[in-house]
């Protein structure tokens, strides 16, 4: 099958069925996962699909929002080795938010034991991985839950923000590029990750290589707010010395 022909394939059991993921289209067509990967680019060049984690949308569903244990599995080994690489920006002692996000968790669940940190969350999974550990004075912000992310939302979340100053934000965004600045599906969440970014006095995106380029429907900030993106080695030279002329720092794992 040629490249054109495939392309319309992937297009068509995308409108069908909401979302594509790289794995199985390479399964199905017999071809390589950088293969679907090119393909998928060349489909979002042309305003067909949107590229999001581990895959793609139909263009116009910049709603997309993938559910909790699918994002857990998406881009896992990406996602350890950037967790592992943002335990060297934690203060020796003081305090840090944890934003709502699974690369984040990660990072919450390596956190050595003879931490001692005052760390902060709107997240259920994260505070949950925290809540036993020795040396974290651990402080869970509430609000409403949104099932989906099983994080805090509304007016509390947003009080509680308005009333510290962290150290360090270790954030999360579903998109991030110059253009389109950092974006996630739901207004809410963006609502909150914007009052945790006001809350520290360092923002530390954690955002595999994949999400480099989405957009999706709610904006919560510009590129130039974050001090340091920690991504994976799949973001492009030219990408990453792009986005430092902007004065972000990167890292890549």
Known sequence: MYAPERQQEILRLARDGGRVD???????????AETI????????????????????????????????AER???AADEKDRIARAALAELP???????????????????LPLESTLTVVTHSLPTAARLADHPGIQLHLIGGRVRQRTRAAVDAWALRAYGEIRADVLFLAANGFSAEAGLTTPDLAEAAVKRAAVAAARRVVLLADSAKH?????????????????ITDTG???????????????VVRA
């Open 22 to 32: 790289v794995l199985s289209l390479a399964e199905v067509f017999q071809v390589t």
């Open 37 to 68: 990967r090119r393909d998928l680019k060349a489909l979002d060049r042309a305003g067909l699909v949107r590229r999001v984690h581990g895959g793609a949308i139909p263009a116009g569903r910049l709603d997309f929002e993938p559910d909790l």
């Open 72 to 74: 857990e599995g998406t």
């Open 92 to 110: 020796a002692e003081g305090s840090v938010v944890l934003d709502a996000g699974s690369t984040v968790a990660r990072l919450a669940a390596a």
């Open 213 to 229: 380029g989405q957009e999706h429907f709610a904006r919560f900030g510009d590129l130039a707010d974050v001090d340091l993106l």
């Open 235 to 249: 973001l492009a030279d030219d990408d990453a010395a792009a986005i430092e002329r902007d004065g972000t720092e």
